[in-house]
């Protein structure tokens, strides 16, 4: 006999977490339309040599296999290169600027915890064809707006600039392109190893450079408003002409956020935040809840202005983020923000004959064509056991039909929250309470 499991890093859902992916799902697909985005799918395998252009840590990550037919292919790893390929393959027939989402499957074969799988969903929201900070700053809008979507309230967008960061190499002495690439990456697990961990580690790739000076502006952190942090900070302009128009494009980004009235409270400077990512230019950022800064970041992204150049002679700059469905959804039920049911209907019919089907039908149907999902309980017997479905699945109501209530062409109506009962009601009026 086959024992039935699934692979480490890869889940099945059961209906109730189904169903809270998918409301979540639709809040998230109405905040993209609200903006504008539109929706595009790409293939989950693409030809590994698009994927595999990324260097670093994500390379030993990546699903890679020959086909049937010898060629060499993988399974994306995130969804910002194929929207690379995609555009352009497909950019004549899109016009730009282009505003896109999608939401789709990505595999990475790093080790399984808490929030984090090997096959998980991401949402991403990107604006192609524009160098224009008002496509930054509506990436910011679109991450708070989608995450208020969801009741969440406590949560900061960490902000930081890719020119920064290069800034601060060329400073302490690292100019060339890989040895910035290196250090980069280093930085980005600052959150997993600490920051004697990158130093040990910066040290042994470039043992000739004093790193304590340079970690110790990288772990500048935004704790006052954005006005007084960038007064702190404004000696670094001084350093060279890359750090400086970092910070002003960072200034700039700020104060366009504040005319807009946006919450000064959901978006702050980090200078920690690096994106291991290669192909990011310009801002950087991630997103933490305040209640489970441990979970990590459920929203990433940046400027990447250079990415289509691997596919295409023509510069296609671009911007975007990604949620992370499956650790956002962690921090759902943890925050408890999520409902709790395993169904999709609101009404179970219930008969107490087989005579009494035809009847039953009926009612369903009329639910249905009146908008509210019901289900029709197939089993016959005392009420007990329909009853207890009902509150295991989480019907909101129960309507209970018995030989009175078929010869008289009504319906009984149990309310499964209240525990309220009225017998005898006509069609209408056991839908007007339904529909309160």
């Known amino acids: 006999m086959i024992t039935p499991k699934t692979l480490?890093?890869?889940?099945?859902?059961?209906?109730?977490?189904?169903?809270?992916?998918?409301?979540?799902?639709?809040?998230?697909?109405?905040?993209?339309?609200?903006?504008?985005?539109?929706?595009?799918?790409?293939?989950h395998l693409e030809y590994a040599h698009i994927l595999t252009q990324e260097q670093g840590e994500i390379q030993k990550e990546i699903y890679r296999f020959k086909d049937h037919g010898k060629r060499e292919v993988a399974l994306r790893f995130d969804q910002t290169l194929p929207l690379a390929r995609f555009i352009a393959q497909h950019h004549s027939s899109l016009g730009l600027p282009f505003k896109r989402y999608a939401i789709g499957n990505v595999f990475r074969g790093e080790r399984a915890q808490k929030g984090r799988y090997r096959e998980f969903t991401q949402c991403d929201f990107d604006f192609i064809g524009s160098h224009s900070i008002l496509c930054d700053s509506e990436i910011i809008q679109v991450i708070i707006a989608g995450l208020r979507a969801l009741d969440l309230e406590e949560?900061?967008?960490?902000?930081?600039?890719?020119?920064?960061?290069?800034?601060?190499?060329?400073?302490?002495?690292?100019?060339?392109?890989?040895?910035t690439h290196t250090l980069l990456r280093v930085i980005d697990k600052l959150g997993k190893i600490g920051h004697e961990g990158?130093?040990?580690?910066?040290?042994?790739?470039?043992?000739?450079?004093?790193?304590?000076?340079?970690?110790?502006?990288?772990?500048?952190?935004?704790?006052?408003?954005?006005?007084?942090?960038?007064?702190?900070?404004?000696?670094?302009?001084s350093y060279n002409a890359t750090l400086k128009e970092g910070l002003e494009e960072l200034e700039s980004l700020f104060a366009l956020l504040l005319a807009l009235d946006i919450n000064p409270d959901h978006f702050k400077v980090d200078f920690s935040i690096a994106r291991g990512l290669g192909y990011y230019t310009?801002?950087?950022?991630?997103?933490?809840?305040?209640?489970?800064?441990?979970l990590g970041s459920v929203c990433s992204g940046g400027r990447y202005d250079n990415l289509s150049k691997s596919f295409s002679t023509q510069n296609l700059p671009g911007v975007g983020a990604s949620i992370g469905l499956d650790r956002l959804l962690v921090a759902l039920e943890e925050l408890e923000l999520v409902e709790s049911k395993s169904t999709s209907a609101r009404v179970l019919v219930v008969c107490m004959h087989p005579?009494?089907?035809?009847?039953?039908?009926?009612?369903?149907?009329?639910?249905?064509?009146?908008?509210?999902?019901?289900?029709?309980?197939?089993?016959?017997?005392?009420?007990?056991?329909?009853?207890?479905y009902a509150n295991q699945k989480g019907h909101e109501f129960v309507v209970v039909l018995g030989e009175e209530e078929v010869q008289k062409e009504s319906l009984t109506l149990k309310n499964?929250?209240?525990?309220?009962?009225?017998?005898?009601?006509?069609?209408?009026?056991a839908l007007a309470m339904v529909k309160e």
């Open 155 to 179: 949560f900061s967008v960490w902000i930081n600039h890719r020119k920064i960061l290069n800034g601060l190499c060329q400073h302490f002495g690292l100019h060339a392109q890989e040895d």
């Open 8 to 43: 480490s890093g890869f889940k099945d859902r059961l209906p109730k977490e189904a169903m809270a992916k998918g409301a979540v799902l639709d809040k998230l697909a109405h905040v993209f339309k609200s903006f504008g985005f539109v929706p595009i799918e790409t293939p």
């Open 416 to 429: 499964m929250t209240t525990g309220l009962q009225v017998n005898h009601l006509s069609f209408l009026k």
């Open 282 to 294: 310009g801002m950087v950022y991630e997103t933490t809840l305040n209640q489970l800064t441990s």
């Open 355 to 388: 005579s009494h089907f035809v009847y039953a039908s009926q009612v369903a149907q009329n639910f249905r064509q009146s908008e509210v999902n019901t289900e029709l309980y197939p089993e016959i017997g005392k009420l007990k056991k329909p009853f207890s």
């Open 198 to 237: 990158v130093l040990l580690e910066l040290n042994a790739h470039f043992p000739k450079i004093d790193f304590k000076e340079f970690l110790g502006i990288i772990n500048t952190k935004q704790e006052e408003d954005s006005l007084e942090f960038f007064k702190r900070v404004d000696h670094l302009k």
